[in-house]
């Protein structure tokens, strides 16, 4: 008689294999994460050195202008973007806070987070500002790719569909005449065109964000508000105009003039705490070099995505329409998981208080007392905030 394989023999050499495969996949799973929380750390860390260096320089930590409300309660559009007339929705929580540990994410519980993590970016740790003349033709072909894509697509939300479809231009030459009547505005929501979020105080923004066009620097309050007018190290003596700061900064490296800006205190102050964001700094460049470090997270810049790009339109992004959107050059640090930091310093920022959301992408204000809060309440965010990172705080 021929030898064969049992029934049973066969069994159990399955079930082997599929507890090997079962030990195997975890075992990947707790790597997996152990990594994404050191490289958290490792940038947490990279951060609060930079913010050191901040203080040491200027008596204060990063003076990051509230560029929204503080109040978790405020309702929000689609977009994220709040409401400050006064609309609030208070019964946020009560959502199934178990549920929600085992990876359930209800409409109640998604609509409460989007009104909390707008509080929570009131002072976002990323900088957005118009992108650079020379990247005006790839937005406009990423612009095209994704009409067609709206176009073609069977699997896109009508939602997706309209903001796909309406595409977006390089904020440079096409909105400097659109957001005309908004010139003498400096709120983020009322031109979108700057975030001076706390990357535009660790980076030289002169020499990061002064690269479109330079009417932008000089007729626009939203740069002008959060900016005073150098003075050129060299003479000691005062700019005459942003355009000259401008032109200076947009000059070949290698030249005096560009030297001029690059050696403003402000800017140059930067070189000191630059090495510690090497490969750290999440942008849509390949390559970002500054003071002769590269600072670009080259694992993470993949290009233009709508998940990894700001799109905008002035008082927000209005899906009826399919004008007006832009899309802004940007800086941040994201943690383990792609997701931003958060960041908190009160006036007279002398503290400050830097975390992560952790892996459930979940977090809740530090500045909210939980002792304020009901049990239901307490329930819902203790679910939110059991993975938080927050071991950076002065």
Same mark, same amino acid.
């Given at each position: 008689m021929r030898k064969a394989f049992t029934l049973v023999e066969m069994l159990i050499v399955v079930v082997v294999l599929v507890t090997l495969m079962t030990i195997t996949f975890r075992l990947g799973a707790i790597n997996e994460t152990s990594s994404r929380r050191n490289t958290t750390v490792t940038r947490l860390q990279k951060l609060e050195n930079c913010l050191s260096?901040?203080?040491?320089?200027?008596?204060?930590?990063?003076?990051?202008?509230?560029?929204?409300?503080?109040?978790?309660?405020?309702?929000?559009?689609?977009?994220?973007?709040?409401?400050l007339d006064g609309d609030e929705n208070t019964s946020i929580f009560g959502w199934d806070p178990d549920a929600f540990r085992r990876g359930s994410r209800p409409t109640e519980e998604i609509e409460a987070w989007n009104q909390v993590q707008a509080a929570?970016?009131?002072?976002?740790?990323?900088?957005?500002?118009?992108?650079?003349?020379?990247?005006? &033709?790839?937005?406009t072909a990423w612009s095209d790719q994704l009409k067609e894509e709206a176009a073609d697509s069977k699997s896109l939300t009508h939602a997706q569909k309209s903001m796909f479809a309406a595409?977006?231009?390089?904020?440079?030459?096409?909105?400097?005449?659109?957001?005309?009547?908004?010139?003498?505005?400096? &709120?983020?929501?009322?031109v979108q065109l700057f975030k001076f979020g706390l990357m535009s105080f660790l980076l030289p923004r002169?020499?990061?964000?002064?690269?479109?066009?330079?009417?932008?620097?000089?007729?626009?309050?939203q740069w002008t508000g959060n900016n005073s007018m150098p003075s050129d190290p060299l003479t000691g003596q005062k700019y005459i105009s942003w355009r000259k700061v401008w032109d200076d900064a947009n000059? &070949?490296?290698?030249?005096? &003039?560009?030297?001029?800006?690059?050696?403003?205190?402000?800017?140059?102050?930067?070189a000191r705490w630059m090495p510690n964001l090497e490969d750290s700094v999440y942008t849509p460049h390949s390559t970002l070099s500054i003071f002769g470090v590269d600072i670009a997270d080259n694992e993470s810049t993949v290009?233009?995505?709508?998940?990894?790009?700001?799109?905008?339109?002035?008082?927000?992004?209005?899906?009826?329409?399919t004008s007006g959107q832009y899309v802004l050059d940007f800086c941040t640090v994201r943690d383990?998981?792609?997701?931003e930091f958060y960041y908190y310093s009160p006036p007279p920022y002398q503290t400050y208080v830097l975390w992560?959301?952790?892996?459930?992408?979940?977090?809740?204000?530090?500045?909210?007392?939980?002792?304020?809060?009901?049990?239901?309440?307490?329930?819902?965010?203790?679910?939110?905030?059991?993975?938080?990172?927050?071991?950076?705080?002065?």
């Open positions: 260096g901040y203080f040491a320089a200027f008596g204060s930590y990063p003076p990051v202008a509230q560029h929204g409300s503080y109040n978790f309660y405020l309702r929000v559009d689609d977009h994220g973007i709040q409401n929570c970016r009131a002072q976002p740790v990323g900088c957005a500002f118009p992108f650079r003349k020379e990247f005006s &033709d790839f937005v595409g977006f231009d390089d904020g440079i030459s096409q909105n400097i005449g659109r957001h005309a009547r908004f010139k003498d505005k400096t &709120d983020w929501r009322d002169y020499l990061i964000m002064m690269a479109s066009d330079e009417s932008l620097y000089s007729d626009y309050a000059r &070949d490296r290698d030249t005096t &003039d560009y030297a001029r800006v690059a050696n403003i205190p402000s800017q140059a102050v930067c290009g233009f995505s709508l998940s990894s790009t700001e799109v905008h339109s002035p008082g927000g992004y209005d899906q009826s329409s383990g998981w792609w997701e992560s959301s952790g892996p459930n992408k979940r977090t809740f204000p530090p500045w909210i007392s939980r002792d304020s809060l009901d049990s239901k309440a307490n329930r819902c965010v203790s679910a939110w905030i059991e993975d938080d990172i927050v071991n950076m705080s002065h």
